[in-house]
Structure formats: C-alpha cells, structure tokens
C-alpha cells in the first residue's frame, strides 16, 4: 500500500519551495563551537522518542549521517510506501538541490528528490492544523512530542487513581524539539494539500506568482 502525491502536485510544490524561498530574507550566518552543536545519535534519539510516523506533507529533516544528503538538509515527505515495521519507504522532496539526490523516480527535478527509509528522517512534530503562519522572517516553535501512554503523567495507576501511587512509574520529561519553519503557503495550493501542509492562505498580492500552474 502507498500514500502519495501526485507527480503534477510534486512538480507544483517544488517550484512553489523555489519561489517562496527565492522571496525570503536569508537567515544570518552564525559561527558556533563544535561544543554548541548535538551530534547526529541524537538527532536519531529525538526521532525514536517522538515516534512521529511520516505521512505525506509532513516537513522533516535529514538525519542520517551517511546517506547520500547532508545532515539537516530540509525536505517535504512526498509519498509514504509500505506499512511501518514492512520496510516502508519514503519520498522526499527537498527544498534546495542536493548532491546525492535524484528525481525520485521522475516525480521531480534532479537533486531535489530521494526514497530513503523513515529512520533516516525527523519529522518535525508540526499538527496539520496548526494555525502557524509563515511570516518574513522564519518563526521558531518548540513542540514537545506526543505520549505514548506509559510515561505520560496523566495516566492513572492501578488502583484507578491519578497520581503518585505505590504502583505508578514516574513519569520522565519528554525532549523538546527546537526549529525553524519554514513552510511553504499560498493560495493556489489545493485545499487538501494546504491542510497537509498545515498552512493558510498569502495575501491576494503573493497568492498568484506568475511562473507557476494555478492548480494541482
């Protein structure tokens, strides 16, 4: 089974990336020591701890060291192959040209498309319907993934009550997850694939850029 978009809707969002990002300040450079930076188990730690399954529209970030990808590099799940745990695959769609990349299979431009496993990406823990939008600078969220149910402070003990019973295992805080977002938001996107994207509308100005299709 797959879930995926369609080639016309790749293409579109690809030159959609191109020209949002093309129309944005760039973000300062900023030099830190090698002590400032995570190390990339865990970036993989954090991607194990949110369990945040990949589904298309979904943003993530490229995590795995030696893969064909630069680590960090930002992308769009495109389509999802498989089922989880029946070596499932993904499509991503890069949001610069890569070197290492391909077309995916013909879906998109050269260098901007790869099919990698789900453990070689971090979603970014972003709801579909979040209300977040996309300003002239990029925003920063903080999001804290979703509990599954076993260290989650809320649930009740044996005795069918909540709290700190005799029985209860304390509950561990759950790693927060820092980005910048950038997501892509317009107007001539379909609605299903701005509800994907968790984005709303530009103004009337910026909703109908000349060099691209007006549909999906």
């Known amino acids: ?29 900023i030099t830190v020591s090698p002590e400032q930076l995570l190390g990339v188990e865990n970036a993989k ?29 930002r992308c769009i799940v495109t389509a999802v192959y498989g089922r989880p745990g029946q070596d499932m695959k993904v499509e991503l769609l890069f949001d610069r040209p890569t070197f290492g990349c391909d077309t995916a299979f013909g879906r998109c431009s050269s260098m901007r498309g790869l099919v990698v496993a789900p453990s070689d990406i971090l979603v970014l823990p972003v709801e579909a319907s979040s209300s977040a939008t996309t300003q002239k600078s990029a925003k920063t969220y903080t ?57 709303s509308s530009l103004p009337a100005e910026r909703a109908q850029p000349a060099d691209l299709p007006n549909e999906v």
């Open 1 to 29: 089974s797959y879930t995926a978009l369609p080639r016309m809707g790749v293409q579109f969002l690809e030159g959609f990336l191109d020209y949002q990002l093309k129309h944005d300040p760039k973000p300062p450079s």
């Open 45 to 73: 730690f954090v991607s194990k701890s949110c369990k945040e399954l990949p589904r298309v529209g979904s943003r993530a970030v490229y995590v795995d060291a030696e893969g064909p990808a630069p680590v960090g590099a």
């Open 143 to 199: 999001s804290m993934p979703k509990s599954n149910g076993v260290n989650d402070p809320r649930q009740q003990n044996r005795t069918g009550k909540s709290g700190k019973g005799r029985g209860a295992r304390k509950a561990k805080k759950a790693p927060t997850v820092t980005y910048a977002s950038r997501h892509p938001e317009s107007t001539v996107l379909s609605r299903e694939l701005q509800r994907m994207l968790g984005i």
